[in-house]
């Protein structure tokens, strides 16, 4: 057990809302990351933290930001949810010099 | 650009068979993760291959990395219901982060 927890685990929200999605880590590693899982895409990064305020893009970065003002919590934001954002959001840690990941218990977000 | 491809995508076996998964890629990466996933629930990280023809063994699961460490396989022995799942292959190529395979959805019939 990583000590990863994300919040809400499940949400429901309308086309062109907000929404903010929280990671809570309670051991302190250095790298944070989000990754959404769609059928037939398999896990694809969103974006990445190595530290406090220090972020970077991965694959599907466009229409997400993300913020880590604590070593202990990274927030994903959709500024104007869509459909297309429908999805099972995963947050990770990584330990080790192999970057291998521990992954939270996801949260449901559908667009309607 | 999809740089790790499994194969096969399903496999649907009978309740003590053997099977084998595969992981293959184009390039070159650093270490290879094997994580098995269950319905409603993040990956789970089964192992980690670093060095050329690795071999590792879980209980009835042995995991390679090619000569190469441009592949993998993950071979089951005796499969059992238990197994069921998604098993999903990982690559690293020491760039902070790692890519994923889309994976292969494992039904063990009992």
Redesign the interface.
């Known amino acids: 057990d990583a000590g990863i927890t994300q919040s809400p685990r499940h949400k429901v929200t309308e086309t062109g809302t907000p929404v903010t999605l929280r990671c809570h880590q309670t051991e302190n590693h250095r790298?944070m990351?989000w990754?959404r899982q769609d059928p037939?895409?398999?896990?694809?990064?969103i974006h990445?933290s190595?530290g406090v305020k220090d972020t970077?893009k991965?694959e599907v970065s466009d229409g997400y930001s993300v913020s880590r003002s604590k070593t202990e919590d990274f927030l994903l934001t959709l500024e104007s949810a869509t459909s297309s954002q429908t999805s099972v959001y995963?947050c990770?840690i990584?330990r080790?010099t192999?970057?291998?990941?521990?992954?939270?218990?996801?949260t449901r977000l559908t667009v309607t | 650009t999809q740089l790790l491809e499994q194969s096969p995508q399903f496999l649907s076996i009978q309740e003590g068979e053997n099977l084998t998964v595969y992981c293959n890629s184009s390039s070159v990466f650093s270490s290879l993760q094997w994580y098995r996933q269950e319905p409603g629930e993040g990956p789970v990280l089964l192992v980690t291959v670093v060095t050329g023809g690795e071999v590792k063994k879980l209980k009835r699961l042995t995991f390679q990395f090619g000569d190469a460490r441009k592949d993998s396989s993950l071979h089951i022995t005796a499969a059992q219901p238990g197994d069921t799942g998604l098993y999903l292959c990982a690559g690293a190529r020491g760039d902070d982060k790692i890519i994923f395979g889309k994976g292969t959805r494992l039904h063990i019939l009992p």
Request: no cysteine.
């Open positions: 790298y990351y990754y037939g895409h398999g896990l694809r990064l990445y190595y970077d991965g995963f990770a990584s080790g192999s970057y291998e990941q521990y992954f939270g218990p996801g």
